[in-house]
């Protein structure tokens, strides 16, 4: 500052920047490296510094723009000028150092002309060229042939072509490549000559031919003609000529040499003869046989030759053959032989064979038409065979008889053999034919009478074996089944005395036939009842009327079989025919075919009919007398003051006074208005099936059901239950529906009931006896269920309701001894049984003292140790008294039960004691200190 005495010199004050820039040097490059030949790979250009302004070096140098190029071709190139000191001066780029050439290559190639040589045609003709080799693939072009596209001549050619590479960017083509030759050889004309002079006669001197062109392919003509060889010749033979063809063109077409020109002939001269046979005839014997000649005159000297008889060296066949032979003169050379000169006849005369013919299809059976023998040869001395066969003198006969008979012998060979007329063959036999006569099988029955009819027309016999147009007429039939009353049975019928024209030619066969006499057919009418209730013992009456269906009588004495469903019954008819029985009708309900059938007698047929049958349900069931129909509780309580609901088991035994069976009938529960017919099932107790109490009583049946059913608002309720049985034609086979067996039953809320516990025993044979299928016999000396304390019925009862009395909780055990079966039948082995409930219904206290306890249980043959379930939906009910309890005028010292089990299906499993329609209450024994209640 100015006034350095009062401020501070401020020092090393930012000023902003100084710069100094680099320099920009000037560089000149160049590409020191081209040209390069193509070679298939990338290459690039090499550049130096050729003068700068500073030192520096090269860099980035790009061919074309790229670091490589591949192709042949002039590429621009570019580098980097970097000068050595960077600091101070700028890099040059893309500084132009020139061009890069990349040359094309040169190739190699090999080349062949690949279709010489070719024939002269009188066309221009050219050389086709292929690459046998070359450095890279390519092609041929522009072939030359002696300088020219085509050649005429013939000659040969040089032949050159340029080969075009396919890659023409990176090779060069190569031109006037050398391929070889191209010749056009000579044609070879054609050409026919012939022997114009031929042939010429023998006359002791030279003789030569003369040859003339017939025809050749181009203008030409004869030179050099050569008989046999020679210019000449003399002696009578037959000279081959040869000559050459010389062409008029002879640059283009070769000179045929030494071609054929056929044949120059000197002829022999011809002398003259006569000839003549000297040993004819002869006789045929089989071989050959030939004639002999001599020389009769000639006009040379000579001898005779090749003697043919008709042709050839020998004869064999009968007949007269011409004869000729050769006259050979001493001179050959020059004369001809006389060839096949007649000589006259030589003669074979036929010989005579011996021949034994036999006729060889005798006898025959007379067949109405005519018959000829057929003959064989048995022997002869030749083979031949036989002709007009003569039987009895003509070609056939027809009546029996024995008939001579004579035929030809033709031997095979006729030429040389005569044939034999008429010889004796022997005899020929035509025997009678065997004529069947049959009775036709006939029927009639019992009570008519057969008339036979022994006319043809009547159809009562046949006849088979006639001939021709002989015919029978009639026989005679006699039976002894003929007349009415004949026992039923087979009777022969037995034909005889044929008539008929020609019969004389025939043994007669009389075959019988059968008259079956049939029981009398009949008729069988049902006439008994079509419909009854189920059940009925005695009460169906079924009827049937029988009648002999071809007299019209009624059939007395007859057994007569009524069929009703699975049901038979038999009955005897009487005078009248009627068959009636009184019949016990025991199947279901439903609809049924009722028939009657006869089973036949001794002249009657069996018959039957039928029709439909309807068994309707049975009213006869109701209550034991004196009893009840229903046999329930009429009082029953609800499970607790503050519930309306109880759970009731309805019950009933029933009794059929019929004969049907009881466990075929269905039980509804249900509601009835007061005074009314009508009723309403109550829906859980609806078509309950019916069980027999005991299976030994089984027209007493129980069934049963456990309801629910409420108070309303009230503390109690009064309900009419009806008892239904059946109710509809399906739903079993009685019906009932009688309000006058309707009980009222109430239902009421009780006091509370809090537990059943304990153990307690019954004697099952003390009265009340037990009952049911697992206690038959009960109390007498036929019980199944042994004596002795043992075998008492044993109960354990733990059922007790949860603190809040809204649920109940536990389970009731039985066990019992007996030699019963599921089944109700009686075992040899004792049986130990196990009911336990499965479920709870209901525990309650009608009265103090007395406890309800209902539910399901499951029944389990546990015998031995094992475990067999039997039911697993029984309905359980029991009943018990506290020890000294009066009920029912009863006291129970220790105390009561009164227990029934009853199967799915209705039939009752045990009841500890019954008085005949529903359980009753028995005395506990002091054996387990008792089953009891609070």
């Not at 070719?118 to 690459?131: D, E, K, L």
């Not at 000559?243 to 003259?272: E, H, M, Q, R, W």
């Not at 002999?548 to 009624?554: E, K, Q, S, T």
């Amino acid at each position: 500052p100015t006034d350095t005495t009062n401020y501070n010199t401020l020092t090393g004050v930012s000023a902003g920047n100084f710069i100094i820039q680099k320099a920009t040097p000037t560089a000149t490059l160049a590409v020191n490296n081209s040209p390069q030949p193509y070679n298939g790979s990338g290459q690039s250009a090499t550049v130096s510094i050729t003068a700068s302004s500073v030192p520096g070096s090269v860099a980035n140098i790009l061919t074309g723009g790229a670091a490589t190029q591949t192709n042949a071709a002039t590429y621009p190139v570019t580098a980097n000028f970097v000068p050595n000191d960077t600091t101070n001066y700028n890099t040059l780029t893309g500084v132009s150092a020139g061009n890069f050439i990349i040359q094309k290559a040169t190739p190699t190639a090999t080349l062949a002309v690949n279709n010489s040589p070719q024939p002269y045609n009188g066309s221009g003709q050219s050389a086709t060229v292929s690459i046998t080799a070359s450095s890279v693939p390519g092609s041929v072009a522009n072939i030359l042939t002696g300088g020219a596209a085509t050649q005429t001549n013939a000659a040969t050619y040089p032949v050159t072509a340029n080969f075009v590479p396919n890659d023409t960017t990176n090779y060069n083509t190569l031109t006037g490549v050398s391929a070889g030759n191209f010749i056009i050889q000579k044609a070879t004309p054609t050409a026919t000559l012939a022997v114009n002079n031929s042939p010429q006669p023998y006359n002791g001197s030279g003789q030569s031919a003369t040859v003339s062109i017939t025809a050749s392919s181009v203008p030409g003509s004869v030179a050099n003609i050569l008989t046999g060889g020679a210019t000449t010749q003399t002696n009578a033979v037959t000279y081959p000529v040869t000559a050459n063809f010389v062409p008029t063109d002879t640059t283009n077409y070769n000179t045929l040499t030494s071609l054929s020109a056929g044949n120059f002939v000197i002829n022999k001269a011809t002398p003259t003869a006569t000839l003549a046979v000297t040993n004819s005839p002869q006789t045929y014997n089989g071989s050959g046989q030939a004639a002999t000649v001599t020389l009769s005159a000639s006009s040379v000297p000579g001898t005779v030759a090749n003697v043919l008889t008709s042709g050839a060296a020998t004869q064999t066949t009968a007949g007269t053959y011409a004869v000729t032979a050769n006259f050979v003169p001493t001179d050959t050379t020059n004369y001809n032989t006389l060839t096949s000169l007649s000589a006259g006849n030589f003669v074979i005369n036929k010989a005579t064979p011996t021949a034994t013919l036999a006729v060889t299809n005798s006898p025959q059976t007379y067949n109405g038409s005519g018959q000829a023998a057929t003959v064989t040869i048995s022997a002869s001395s030749v083979l031949g065979t036989v002709a007009s066969v003569l039987t009895g003198g003509a070609a056939t006969q027809t009546t029996p008889g024995t008939y001579a008979v004579t035929a030809n012998f033709v031997p095979t060979d006729t030429t040389d053999y005569n044939t034999l007329t008429s010889l004796s063959a022997g005899n020929f036999v035509i025997q009678k034919a065997t004529l069947t006569i049959t009775a036709t099988n006939q029927s009639k029955f019992y009570s008519q009478t057969f008339t036979p009819n022994g006319n043809l027309s009547a159809g009562q016999f046949t006849v088979s074996g006639l001939k021709g147009l002989d015919s029978v007429a009639s026989v005679t039939l006699s039976s002894s089944g003929y007349p009415a009353g004949s026992p039923v049975g087979s009777y022969l019928i037995t034909p005889s005395n044929a008539a008929g024209t020609g019969l004389t030619n025939y043994n007669i066969t009389y075959n019988n036939g059968m008259l079956v006499v049939n029981a009398d057919t009949t008729m069988l009418t049902y006439t008994g009842a079509t419909n009854s209730p189920y059940g009925t013992c005695t009460a169906v009456n079924l009827s049937a009327v029988l009648v002999d269906a071809i007299n019209g009588l009624p059939v007395g004495g007859a057994t007569i079989t009524f069929t009703l469903g699975v049901q038979t019954f038999t009955a005897v008819t009487d005078s009248t025919g009627t068959a009636k029985v009184t019949a016990n009708v025991t199947q279901s309900v439903g609809g049924y075919t009722v028939s009657a059938a006869y089973g036949g007698g001794a002249t009657t047929a069996p018959s039957n009919t039928s029709g439909p049958y309807t068994i309707t349900q049975s009213p006869l069931i109701g209550p034991l007398a004196g009893q009840s129909l229903y046999t329930g509780p009429l009082l029953v309580w609800t499970s607790s003051s503050t519930n309306n609901t109880a759970s009731v088991t309805l019950s009933t035994t029933l009794t059929n006074s019929d004969c049907g069976d009881i466990r075929t009938s269905k039980v509804t529960f249900a509601m009835r208005a007061p005074g009314s017919s009508s009723y309403t099932p109550i829906p859980s107790a609806t078509n309950l099936p019916v069980g027999l109490v005991s299976p030994t009583v089984p027209n007493v049946g129980t069934a049963s059901a456990i309801v629910q059913l409420s108070t309303g608002n009230s503390t109690y309720t009064q309900f009419d239950i009806a008892v239904i049985v059946g109710g509809s034609p399906n739903n079993g086979n009685y019906s009932l529906n009688n309000p006058a067996y309707d009980q009222l039953v109430t239902v009421a809320e009780p006091g509370k009931a809090a537990s059943i516990l304990g153990d307690g025993v019954v004697d099952l044979n003390a009265s009340y006896y037990a009952a049911g299928y697992l206690a038959t016999g009960a109390g007498g000396s036929a019980s199944a269920i042994p004596s002795g304390t043992n075998n008492y019925l044993k109960v354990q009862a733990g059922v007790t309701y949860n603190k809040s009395f809204t649920n109940l909780q536990g389970k009731v055990v039985v066990y019992l001894n007996t030699y019963n079966k599921p089944d109700g039948s009686v075992d040899t082995v004792l049986h130990t049984y196990l009911i336990q409930s499965n479920s709870i219904s209901g525990l309650t206290a009608p009265v103090p003292g007395v406890y309800n306890f209902t539910g399901k249980a499951s029944v389990i043959d546990v015998t031995g140790g094992g475990s067999v379930s039997v039911d697993g939906g029984a309905t359980f009910q029991m009943t018990t008294v506290n020890t000294g309890v009066t009920y029912n005028n009863t006291a129970f010292q220790y105390g009561g039960i009164q227990l029934q089990v009853q199967s799915k299906s209705g039939n009752v499993w045990i009841a500890a004691g019954w008085n005949g329609t529903q359980p009753q209450m028995k005395q506990q024994l002091n054996n387990m200190g008792g089953v009891l209640g609070n």
